[in-house]
Nanobody, 122 residues
Framework: QVQLVESGGGLVQAGGSLRLSCAAS????????VGWFRQAPGKEREFVAA????????VYAESVKGRFTISRDNAKSTVYLQMNSLKPEDTAVYYC???????????????WGQGTQVTVSS
């Protein structure tokens, strides 16, 4: 079992930055691929970024490429999402998810966090 807890959300002005954290329990977190997703009111959940178990491979949605950076510290069992140049359209609840796999983008994720709200004002 892996439990995920997101933190770092908040209210920021357009152009600002936030860093989200996804802290995991469990001794084998280093074997898990992790993804960040977001869901805005009235919209479906969408993929934001993913990182493989070692941190050597990453992938981003086109809408955040060049602005967001995903990284991980397996010693701290934590994955980060650095968000720069934020836009009002980035406003959403952000979730992290984990899957025990070598794949960068697994078809399904086994564990999800409770989410953290990010609000970007114009």
């Amino acid at each position: 079992q892996v439990q995920l807890v997101e933190s770092g959300g908040g209210l920021v002005q357009a152009g600002g930055s936030l860093r989200l954290s996804c802290a995991a329990s469990g001794r084998t977190f280093s074997r898990y691929a992790v993804g960040w997703f977001r869901q805005a009111p009235g919209k479906e959940r969408e993929f934001v970024a993913a990182i493989n178990w070692s941190g050597g491979r990453t992938v981003y949605a086109e809408s955040v490429k060049g602005r967001f950076t995903i990284s991980r510290d397996n010693a701290k069992s934590t994955v980060y999402l650095q968000m720069n140049s934020l836009k009002p359209e980035d406003t959403a609840v952000y979730y992290c998810a984990a899957a025990r796999t070598d794949d960068l983008m697994p078809r399904t994720y086994d564990y999800w966090g409770q989410g953290t709200q990010v609000t970007v004002s114009s």
